[in-house]
């Protein structure tokens, strides 16, 4: 069975953002085949769409990033393999 690695080349957004460039920073690597750097990759799962890897320095979220990984939770589930950083909840109120 072959690995599949996505990387995100920091070097290169740091790079496109002080030269005004759109150099493509996400990085695909398989064990069997060639690396492939692109800006923008569609995740499938047995052919069906579940998500995406976006790279986006004109439109960086909210909180600013230019990288993100968009899911379908109807489609995927994200299970925390370690304990959370935040254990109370962002909407409730201080007593």
């Known amino acids: 069975m072959s690995s599949l690695v996505l990387h995100v080349n920091q070097n290169t957004i740091k790079q496109n953002l002080k030269h005004h460039k759109?150099?493509?920073p996400l990085i695909i690597r398989r064990s069997?085949?060639?690396t492939t750097y692109c800006n923008h990759a569609t995740i499938l799962v047995d052919g069906k769409k579940v998500g995406?890897?976006?790279?986006s320095p004109d439109k960086p979220l909210s909180c600013g990033a230019r990288v993100?990984?968009?899911?379908?939770?109807?489609?995927v589930q994200v299970i925390p393999t370690a304990p959370p950083i935040v254990t109370e909840s962002l909407t409730s109120s201080p007593n």
Do not use: C, V
Request: no cysteine; glycine share 0%; charged share 35%.
């Open 52 to 55: 995406e890897f976006i790279y």
């Open 68 to 75: 993100y990984i968009s899911l379908d939770p109807s489609l």
């Open 32 to 34: 069997d085949r060639d």
């Open 22 to 24: 759109t150099d493509p």
